[in-house]
């Protein structure tokens, strides 16, 4: 069996419900109604209840970036590369809404737990909003590949041990 660590970005219990209702709907009008329309509706209800994230095979060393929807995950496996440390990252995140000719755009802050090997390339395994959930997720990593965790959440970045 294969050790297998997955993150995927969390997807409310409301959205799966709704998307798998709107996917049996989706059916039912694609039987009766119309196929275009009812095809429409399961592109929908795909897009509520699907997420993206990261994967990493620790018996074969293969990471993936996936697409992943009711548990399902889509994504190539690529070689893993050796890893030096984890970095936990504070950002910002743009998301630009537009709506009957008017648009806002919202900032929020986010958190990366970036993995980083070859000394400054990296893989960016996980996305969060909260700062506790990004350092469980680097405390694990720590654990599997034995290395050490730079925090980079402040303006001065500093090495943590545990």
Same mark, same amino acid.
């Given at each position: 069996?294969?050790?297998?660590?997955?993150?995927?970005?969390? &997807?409310?219990?409301?959205?799966?419900?709704?998307?798998?209702? &709107?996917?049996?709907?989706?059916?039912?009008?694609?039987?009766?109604?119309?196929?275009?329309?009812?095809?429409? =509706?399961?592109?929908?209800?795909? %897009?509520? @209840?699907?997420?993206?994230?990261?994967? %990493?095979? =620790?018996?074969?060393?293969?990471?993936?970036?996936?697409?992943?929807?009711?548990?399902?995950?889509?994504?190539?496996?690529?070689?893993?590369?050796?890893?030096?440390?984890?970095?936990?990252?504070?950002?910002?995140?743009? !998301?630009?809404?537009?709506?009957?000719?008017?648009?806002?755009?919202?900032?929020?802050?986010?958190?990366? &737990?970036?993995?980083?090997?070859?000394?400054?390339?990296?893989?960016?395994?996980?996305?969060?909003?909260?700062?506790? @959930? @990004?350092?469980?997720?680097?405390?694990?990593?720590?654990?599997?590949?034995?290395?050490?965790?730079?925090?980079?959440?402040?303006?001065? !970045?500093?090495?943590?041990?545990?």
């Amino acid at each position: 069996m294969n050790n297998i660590i997955t993150y995927t970005k969390p &997807v409310s219990t409301f959205k799966i419900i709704f998307g798998a209702i &709107v996917i049996l709907f989706a059916f039912y009008i694609i039987f009766f109604e119309s196929i275009l329309f009812g095809c429409f =509706m399961i592109g929908f209800a795909v %897009y509520l @209840a699907s997420t993206t994230g990261s994967q %990493y095979n =620790m018996d074969n060393n293969t990471v993936r970036n996936i697409w992943s929807i009711f548990g399902i995950h889509f994504g190539k496996w690529k070689v893993g590369p050796n890893f030096e440390y984890i970095s936990v990252f504070k950002g910002k995140q743009k !998301q630009r809404v537009n709506s009957l000719g008017a648009s806002t755009t919202f900032i929020d802050e986010i958190f990366l &737990v970036n993995l980083f090997y070859d000394r400054n390339k990296h893989l960016t395994f996980y996305r969060t909003f909260e700062k506790e @959930a @990004a350092f469980k997720i680097a405390k694990h990593f720590q654990l599997v590949f034995n290395i050490d965790i730079l925090d980079s959440t402040e303006r001065e !970045q500093k090495w943590l041990s545990y």
